[in-house]
C-alpha cells in the first residue's frame, strides 16, 4: 500500500489540505507548525515513490525527442 503512488499521492494531498485549514485558527497552530516540519519529507516520499512505482499510459515516443498527447504529429506545425 506504501508503494502505490495513487494511494500515496491522496495521502500527502490529503495531508497538506488539512495543514492548510489547521493554519487558519488560532488554537491549532502550534500543531500545523509541526506539521510544516515534516511535510517535506512527505513530498520527497511523494514524488519518490511515484518515480519509481508509477506507471505511464501513454504511447511511446520512439525517434522522437518530445511528444504530445493530445495532438497528432502532422498537426503540430513549425514554431
Same mark, same amino acid.
Given at each position: 500500500? $506504501?508503494?502505490?503512488?495513487?494511494?500515496?499521492?491522496?495521502?500527502? &494531498?490529503?495531508?497538506?489540505?488539512?495543514?492548510?485549514?489547521?493554519?487558519?485558527?488560532? &488554537? &491549532?497552530?502550534?500543531?500545523?507548525?509541526?506539521? $510544516?516540519?515534516?511535510?517535506?519529507? $512527505?513530498?520527497?516520499?511523494?514524488?519518490? &515513490?511515484?518515480? #519509481?512505482?508509477? #506507471?505511464?499510459?501513454?504511447?511511446? $515516443?520512439?525517434?522522437?525527442?518530445?511528444?504530445?498527447?493530445? #495532438?497528432? #504529429?502532422?498537426?503540430?506545425?513549425?514554431?
Amino acid at each position: 500500500m $506504501l508503494c502505490n503512488a495513487n494511494f500515496v499521492v491522496g495521502l500527502v &494531498t490529503f495531508y497538506l489540505f488539512l495543514f492548510g485549514a489547521l493554519l487558519q485558527w488560532q &488554537t &491549532t497552530f502550534p500543531f500545523a507548525v509541526s506539521m $510544516l516540519i515534516l511535510s517535506p519529507f $512527505l513530498i520527497c516520499w511523494m514524488v519518490y &515513490t511515484i518515480l #519509481k512505482y508509477g #506507471k505511464y499510459g501513454g504511447p511511446e $515516443l520512439g525517434n522522437d525527442e518530445f511528444g504530445y498527447q493530445d #495532438k497528432k #504529429k502532422d498537426e503540430l506545425g513549425m514554431f
